[in-house]
């Protein structure tokens, strides 16, 4: 015959693998194997520093996306447009020559005709852009002829696809 066993007391003893899981006295209820609840501090300090350090890297994440267009390009100028105009002019905010320019699109599609670039000197690049952009797309670069390019503003010629809402768009400028 057996000896009889000696009672167990209920959460305070450690937990052991080999022994059987006993029943809870509520329904449905049992600590799962391999997480003792004396651990429970530890994990979570660990979800909590995981936590943090994901949050963190989302916000550099996203800083780093809307500083600036990337590589170098310098934000000429932005322009709120609607499918009620046709033409805009963006008058250019940078400083100092450029080699070649962006356009960026933001909010809604909109499709380009022209693009005319005025320069300093009174000089006029046409650039035929014909290319429907996207809602977070961006134009192909558009060169920039010639040397010593300082330009005074971009005149943009569009057809908006916004359906009475506003598109944004920004021209970029590399040095």
Known sequence: MRPPRARRSSCAEEYN???PRRKSRVRGFHRPRGHPLKGDRANMKTFRTSLILGLIGLVILGLAATATAGGGWELLGTR???DRTDHDSIAARGQGTFRSIKITVQRRAVQF????IHFANGD??????????PAGGESR?????GNDRVIRNVELWYDA????KRAVVK???KN
């Open 124 to 133: 006029v690049q046409n650039v035929e852009l014909r290319a429907v952009i």
């Open 80 to 82: 709120t447009v609607s």
């Open 161 to 164: 696809q916004t359906r009475g």
């Open 17 to 19: 693998p080999r022994r």
């Open 113 to 116: 005709r022209d693009v005319k």
């Open 141 to 145: 670069v558009i060169d920039i002829e």
């Open 171 to 173: 021209v970029f400028g």
